[in-house]
C-alpha cells in the first residue's frame, strides 16, 4: 500500500503508523517549497460560474487531477457536483474519516 498526502498532519501520520507495514516518509523537499514543476494559474471565475468552469478546465485536462478548495463544505459540493457530471471524484478534508477516505482512494 502506498500513502501520499501533500502534508503530514498528525492524523495522516498516525494513520500511515497503524495501517502500514514499516512506513517509511520520503521529503520531496522542504516544508513550504514549491515544486517547480508544477504550473499554477489563477483564474478569476465568478462564484455562480466556478463548478462550471472547473468541469470545463477538467475536461481539458489528463485524468488525475488533484483540485483544492477553501473550506470542506466547497468540497464536498465540488465531489458532488463532478460525480453527477460523471466525472470520478474523492472528496478528502478534516472532517472525513481518515479511513473513510484512503478506503475511497483504492477505487483509483
Known amino acids: 500500500m502506498l500513502l501520499f498526502s501533500a502534508t503530514m498532519p498528525q492524523k495522516i ?4 503508523q497503524q495501517s502500514l507495514i514499516c512506513p517509511i516518509l520520503v521529503n520531496i523537499s522542504w516544508a513550504g517549497a514549491a515544486n ?3 504550473l499554477q494559474v489563477v483564474e478569476y471565475v465568478k462564484q455562480e460560474a466556478k463548478m462550471v468552469y472547473l468541469l470545463e478546465c477538467l475536461q481539458k485536462m489528463a485524468p488525475l ?3 483544492f478548495s477553501k473550506n470542506k463544505n466547497e468540497v464536498d459540493d465540488i465531489q458532488e457536483y463532478l460525480l453527477l457530471k460523471g466525472v470520478r471524484a ?3 478534508h478534516e472532517s ?3 479511513f473513510l477516505s484512503a478506503g475511497l482512494s483504492y477505487s483509483y
Open 36 to 38: 517547480l514543476n508544477v
Open 90 to 92: 474523492v472528496a478528502i
Open 96 to 98: 472525513k474519516s481518515v
Open 65 to 67: 487531477v488533484i483540485v
Open 13 to 16: 501520520q498516525d494513520f500511515a
